[in-house]
C-alpha cells in the first residue's frame, strides 16, 4: 500500500473550515485514499474515502487532485468536539484486498480546534 | 450501522496474571477482525489479524504466545495477554471488516494497566 505523509499536527478556529492535507504520491491506480479520525482514547472513526472524484458526506469533503497524489479533507465548520487525530490512508478497497486486507496507520495530523 | 462493541472499557491487573478482552460485532458478522495497540502519543500498531475458525495472523514481532487469539465465532474475538508485564500496558484496539459497511468499524478500546 502507498505511503502517505501527513502535517504532524494543525491549528483551526472553531466555526471555520478545518484542511487537512495529505500526500500519497506514490498511490496505484487501484487505491483508494481513506479517512479516519482518533478522539482521545477512543476506537477509531471512519470518516470518508473516495478514488478520484471528489466526495461529500455528512461530516466532511474530500477533495482528490487530478493526478491523485494529493488530498485534503475538509471539515467545513469545526467545532471543538472535531479536536483528534486525523489519519489519511491509502490501500486498495477493502473487498479485494484479500490476505492483505490489513489497515495500517501512519502517524496522522493531530487537528486543535481552538475557541 | 455497524457497531463493534469491546470489554472491558478498561482493566487493571497484576503483573504476571492473564487478561483477556473481548470484541463482538453486534450487528453483522465478521470473519475477519484486527487487533491494535497504542502506546501513549502513538499511532495505532496492528499485532494481528484474527480470522474466523483459523489461527491469527500475527504481525512480524508480535509475541503470538504471549498475545493469544481466538476467534471461534463471526461475532466474536477475544484476545489474551498472558503472563502481563508492566511493559505491556497500552490501549488495546479491535476492528472488523463488515461487507455492508464501508469495511473497517473499531471497537472503542480498551486501556490496560499492569502494576
Known amino acids: 500500500d502507498a505511503k502517505t505523509t501527513q502535517p504532524t499536527s494543525m491549528d483551526c478556529a472553531e466555526g471555520r473550515a478545518a484542511n487537512l492535507p495529505c500526500n500519497h504520491s506514490?498511490?496505484?491506480?487501484?487505491?483508494?485514499v481513506y479517512w479516519y479520525r482518533q478522539i482521545h482514547s477512543q476506537g477509531p472513526q471512519y470518516i470518508i474515502h473516495?478514488?478520484?472524484n471528489n466526495e461529500t458526506n455528512e461530516m466532511a469533503s474530500l477533495i482528490i487532485t487530478e493526478d491523485r497524489k494529493s488530498s485534503t479533507l475538509i471539515l467545513p465548520h469545526a467545532t471543538l468536539r472535531d479536536t483528534a487525530v486525523y489519519y489519511c490512508?491509502?490501500?486498495?478497497?477493502?473487498?479485494?484486498?484479500?490476505?492483505?486486507?490489513?489497515?495500517?496507520f501512519g502517524t496522522g495530523t493531530l487537528l486543535a480546534v481552538q475557541p | 450501522g455497524a457497531v463493534v462493541s469491546q470489554h472491558p472499557s478498561w482493566v487493571i491487573c497484576k503483573s504476571g496474571t492473564s487478561v483477556k478482552i473481548e470484541c463482538r460485532s453486534l450487528?453483522?458478522?465478521?470473519?475477519?477482525m484486527f487487533w491494535y495497540r497504542q502506546f501513549p502519543k502513538q499511532s495505532l500498531m496492528l499485532m494481528a489479524t484474527?480470522?474466523?475458525?483459523?489461527?491469527?495472523?500475527?504481525e512480524q514481532g508480535v509475541e503470538k504466545d504471549k498475545f493469544l487469539i481466538n476467534h471461534a465465532s463471526l461475532t466474536l474475538s477475544t484476545l489474551t495477554v498472558t503472563s502481563a508485564h508492566p511493559e505491556d500496558s497500552s490501549f488495546y484496539i479491535c476492528?472488523?471488516?463488515?461487507?455492508?459497511?464501508?469495511?473497517?468499524?473499531f471497537g472503542s478500546g480498551t486501556r490496560l494497566t499492569v502494576v
Open positions: 476492528s472488523a471488516i463488515d461487507s455492508g459497511n464501508y469495511g473497517y468499524t
Open positions: 506514490t498511490i496505484s491506480g487501484n487505491e483508494y
Open positions: 473516495g478514488l478520484k
Open positions: 490512508i491509502v490501500r486498495v478497497d477493502w473487498k479485494w484486498g484479500g490476505a492483505t486486507n490489513k489497515l495500517i
Open positions: 450487528d453483522f458478522q465478521a470473519t475477519t
Open positions: 484474527s480470522n474466523e475458525g483459523s489461527k491469527a495472523t500475527y
